[in-house]
């Protein structure tokens, strides 16, 4: 069963980058199986996809984050993670990880927990 | 981007209940939508994905239809343990889209 979680800094200074990893269990992270997603959420815009990496390292972005957007795999860690660059108050937000299986029209079935990341000086 | 409006934004109803919440879509979608449900302090959970198909483990009051713009996720019996936010999310194209969310409330 693939398990995921998220970890890294719960604080992050304005113009920095914010740096996640997502730790997955269960299954390599270098399958052709899945698809590695970030999602965040926040009260004001609600569930955000960021976009996803997926089999050798095949990436797709949410246009809004494209230009300061980095998702990346690493197999000696066996984690995903994501490097989202020139932050502001308006990244501030709960971070989440997920997976989905095969195809990337199939729902995110298995989430991490979550990382809530504040942005401020 | 394809645009989901989910409505009512905020529902109260009582033990027993029939629920439905209603998402439109700014563009038709073909079979790519599904409903997750998130518990406070918790990550969303997939109930239903391609529109009817009821996730494993997910009670059967729980259903799904629709096609085309419009969709529902309708609850037969509400139970007092679906006290949530239920959210619709687009898969047909990039960027993946999620409504704004429905809260339910139990009264």
Known sequence: QVQLQESGPGL??????????????????????YFWSWIRQTPGKGLEWLGHVSYRGSTHYNPSFKRR????????????SLKLTSVTAADTA????AAQYYYDSNPFDTWGQGSLVIVSS | DIQL?????????????????????????SSYLAWYQ????????????????????????F?????????????????????????????????HT??????????
């Not at chain 2, 989910?6 to 998402?23: E, H, K």
């Not at chain 2, 518990?39 to 009670?59: D, M, R």
């Not at chain 2, 969709?71 to 047909?92: M, N, R, V």
């Open chain 1, 12 to 33: 992050v200074e304005p113009s920095q980058t914010l740096s996640l990893d997502c730790t997955v269990s269960g299954v390599s992270v270098l399958t052709f199986d």
């Open chain 1, 69 to 80: 957007l980095l998702i990346s795999e690493d197999s000696s860690e066996n984690k995903f």
């Open chain 1, 94 to 97: 709960g971070y989440f990880c």
């Open chain 2, 5 to 29: 409006t989910q409505s009512p934004s905020f529902l109260s109803a009582s033990v027993g209940d029939r629920v439905t919440i209603t998402c439109r879509a700014s563009q038709g979608l």
């Open chain 2, 38 to 61: 998130q518990k406070p302090g918790k990550a969303p959970k997939v109930l239903i994905s391609a529109v009817v198909t009821l996730q494993s483990g997910v009670p059967s009051r």
């Open chain 2, 63 to 95: 259903s799904g239809s629709g096609s085309g713009t419009e969709f529902t996720l309708t609850i037969s019996s509400l139970q007092p343990e679906d006290l949530a936010t239920y959210y619709c999310l687009q898969l047909q194209s990039y960027p």
């Open chain 2, 98 to 107: 999620f409504g704004q969310g429905t809260r339910l409330d139990i009264k």
